[in-house]
């Protein structure tokens, strides 16, 4: 799906008295998402627990 189709389903998806403040953050998030989900799919990123040992700064 492109950025721009992609837009259009989430904008339809906002209520009618969306601010532009809300809607640009919806739009931010939504593309954050996306990036994040690319770079799993690209083989990028750690696990789960990887991410529970450095969170409790345990080593590795």
């Known amino acids: 799906m492109s950025a ?11 209520p009618e008295s969306v601010s532009w403040n809300d809607l640009m953050y919806e739009l ?12 799993l799919d690209e083989g990028h990123g750690i696990s789960h627990e990887q991410a529970k040992r450095r969170l409790l700064g345990e080593p590795s």
């Open 28 to 39: 931010y998030v939504k593309q954050k998402i996306e990036e994040g989900l690319q770079q």
């Open 4 to 14: 721009k189709q992609a837009a259009r389903e989430l904008i339809e998806q906002l």
